[in-house]
């Protein structure tokens, strides 16, 4: 039974969810739930129930002292929901957690009646994936869906994916079945750089997300934090001649198969955000994906994951879009 006793009526609701673990490459994207709940303080008005969903074996619940008592925090998903005013005020539904162990289907029926319940009209599932891409160059973001004529509407892909999929696809599609408008955005993370954290990815996603939604996403320290982290990469593989090679290798594959792709759509929505912040921006300015900013901490380069010492080259780019996504 759902209860949302105490959560007022929501204006034109969005749900927003990400999900640390398979689909969360460098942390991306529930870094990006994350930051939007902080900066909107968001108000938490569930959780599920973690017996139904977690192995506690897999995810440990943790132990914490708190004015001298013990207490347990156990693994789970928790839904808040925060309050955008402006000119043009919309509420999200933010949904944090980590991907469940089991029972997927009840897993997004449950989600899904609270979307039901709060009258959400769009759900927009966030993912991270690990790619074949500079960490020089703008994060790809690649925004799909399985209803043709959202894609049409939105400027999305209509998703081909066919494999193995995590709770991202399995929600996205359970929202399609339903009836429920869904989007995925997917950040596209180098996978010779993949620790956490990736603050320019998640900058990324949430530019992209601002574009979607048609909200100004405050960024606070974001757009340093990825420009840091940028310098800190650079340096790293600066050291590696090896890296070097490959970073450059990845560089030029990349401007190659985007050359044609200048497009003026591209350069107005930039222009369109742009002008969304400049009555607004503060001290930290206008920050679009490219202009990395990064944390305090080092970044760790990594061999790819097939275990070969040495990354392996691109093939070379044949015009074709080859960065596909997971839905």
Same mark, same amino acid.
């Given at each position: $039974?759902?209860?949302?006793?105490?959560?007022?009526?929501?204006?034109?609701?969005?749900?927003?969810?990400?999900?640390?673990? !398979?689909?969360?490459?460098?942390?991306?994207?529930?870094?990006? @739930?994350?930051?939007?709940?902080?900066? !909107?303080?968001?108000?938490?008005?569930?959780?599920?129930?973690?017996?139904?969903?977690?192995?506690?074996?897999?995810?440990?619940?943790?132990?914490? $002292?708190?004015?001298?008592?013990?207490?347990?925090? !156990?693994?789970?998903?928790?839904?808040?929901?925060?309050?955008?005013?402006?000119?043009?005020?919309?509420?999200?539904?933010?949904?944090?957690?980590?991907?469940?162990? $089991?029972?997927?289907?009840?897993?997004?029926?449950?989600?899904?009646?609270?979307?039901?319940?709060?009258?959400?009209?769009? %759900? %927009? @599932?966030?993912?991270?994936?690990?790619?074949?891409?500079?960490?020089?160059?703008? @994060?790809?973001?690649?925004?799909?869906?399985?209803?043709?004529?959202?894609?049409?509407?939105?400027?999305?892909?209509?998703?081909?994916?066919?494999?193995?999929?995590?709770? %991202?696809?399995?929600?996205?599609?359970?929202?399609?079945?339903?009836?429920?408008?869904? @989007?995925?955005?997917?950040?596209?993370?180098?996978?010779?750089?993949?620790?956490?954290?990736?603050?320019?990815?998640?900058?990324a996603l949430l530019n992209r997300l601002e574009d979607l939604i048609g909200v100004r996403v405050p960024l606070g320290e974001l757009p340093e934090d990825?420009?840091? !982290?940028?310098?800190?990469?650079?340096?790293?593989?600066?050291?590696?001649?090896? %890296?070097?090679?490959?970073?450059?290798s990845l560089e030029e594959a990349r401007d190659t198969a985007e050359l044609p792709e200048a497009s003026g759509e591209a350069i107005a929505r930039e222009?369109?955000?742009?002008?969304?912040?400049?009555?607004?921006?503060?001290?930290?300015?206008?920050?679009?994906?490219?202009?990395?900013?990064g944390p305090s901490g080092t970044p760790f380069l990594r061999d790819n994951p097939s275990g070969r010492t040495r990354p392996p080259r691109p093939p070379?780019?044949?015009?074709?879009?080859?960065?596909?996504?997971?839905?």
């Amino acid at each position: $039974m759902i209860e949302l006793e105490g959560v007022p009526e929501l204006v034109d609701p969005v749900m927003v969810a990400a999900f640390e673990g !398979w689909n969360d490459a460098g942390d991306a994207a529930s870094t990006a @739930v994350a930051h939007l709940d902080k900066e !909107w303080k968001g108000e938490v008005f569930a959780a599920l129930d973690a017996e139904d969903y977690y192995d506690f074996q897999v995810n440990r619940p943790t132990v914490f $002292m708190e004015d001298g008592v013990r207490k347990i925090t !156990w693994p789970t998903t928790r839904l808040s929901v925060v309050r955008v005013g402006g000119d043009k005020p919309r509420d999200l539904v933010l949904v944090r957690g980590i991907e469940p162990s $089991m029972r997927w289907r009840s897993f997004c029926n449950e989600l899904l009646g609270f979307a039901h319940e709060l009258g959400v009209e769009l %759900v %927009v @599932v966030l993912g991270a994936l690990l790619g074949d891409t500079p960490h020089t160059r703008p @994060v790809p973001i690649s925004g799909t869906t399985s209803d043709a004529d959202l894609a049409r509407r939105m400027d999305l892909e209509e998703t081909k994916y066919e494999g193995p999929t995590g709770i %991202v696809g399995i929600l996205q599609e359970a929202c399609t079945h339903a009836g429920v408008p869904a @989007v995925s955005l997917w950040a596209a993370v180098p996978h010779y750089v993949s620790q956490p954290p990736n603050p320019k990815a998640t900058l990324a996603l949430l530019n992209r997300l601002e574009d979607l939604i048609g909200v100004r996403v405050p960024l606070g320290e974001l757009p340093e934090d990825a420009r840091a !982290w940028q310098v800190g990469v650079d340096q790293l593989a600066a050291e590696d001649t090896e %890296v070097a090679e490959y970073v450059q290798s990845l560089e030029e594959a990349r401007d190659t198969a985007e050359l044609p792709e200048a497009s003026g759509e591209a350069i107005a929505r930039e222009f369109e955000r742009y002008l969304r912040r400049r009555d607004g921006s503060g001290p930290g300015g206008h920050a679009t994906a490219d202009g990395g900013d990064g944390p305090s901490g080092t970044p760790f380069l990594r061999d790819n994951p097939s275990g070969r010492t040495r990354p392996p080259r691109p093939p070379k780019p044949s015009g074709d879009d080859e960065e596909s996504s997971e839905d």
